[in-house]
Nanobody, 128 residues
Framework: QVQLVESGGGLVQAGASLRLSCAASGFTFSSRPMGWFRQAPGKVREFVAAISASRSTTFYTQSLKGRFTISRDNAKNTVYLQMNSAKPEDTAVYYC?????????????????????WGQGTQVTVSS
């Protein structure tokens, strides 16, 4: 069965860095674009970042670009989200997801309904 298991969340102080990991199994990880989403308390789930299967292309929510970095290690079936200069507004449950398509068309990176597999999420709390 397909599994996406996030880890690395926790409680950190504002300004700190942390790296989230998502271990995948049950599908051909190396052929799927992967994404990170987050859902803050009282808010809808939003797109954070995505990376192509080949690692040649990345896409970020504009407000987070330069502070968050997505990466992947296909040999380990793992996708990462490096979070730097954490802010209280980054507090959310972070989810990794696998896209339904092997190749993404421009503009489709952030479409939540086009991601097929989802992890259970990992909580990130940033104190002020």
């Amino acid at each position: 069965q397909v599994q996406l298991v996030e880890s690395g969340g926790g409680l950190v102080q504002a300004g700190a860095s942390l790296r989230l990991s998502c271990a995948a199994s049950g599908f051909t990880f190396s052929s799927r674009p992967m994404g990170w989403f987050r859902q803050a308390p009282g808010k809808v789930r939003e797109f954070v970042a995505a990376i192509s299967a080949s690692r040649s292309t990345t896409f970020y929510t504009q407000s987070l670009k330069g502070r968050f970095t997505i990466s992947r290690d296909n040999a380990k079936n793992t996708v990462y989200l490096q979070m730097n200069s954490a802010k209280p507004e980054d507090t959310a449950v972070y989810y990794c997801a696998a896209h339904s398509r092997e190749f993404l068309s421009p503009g489709r990176w952030a479409r939540e309904n086009e991601y097929t597999y989802w992890g259970q999420g990992t909580q990130v709390t940033v104190s002020s």
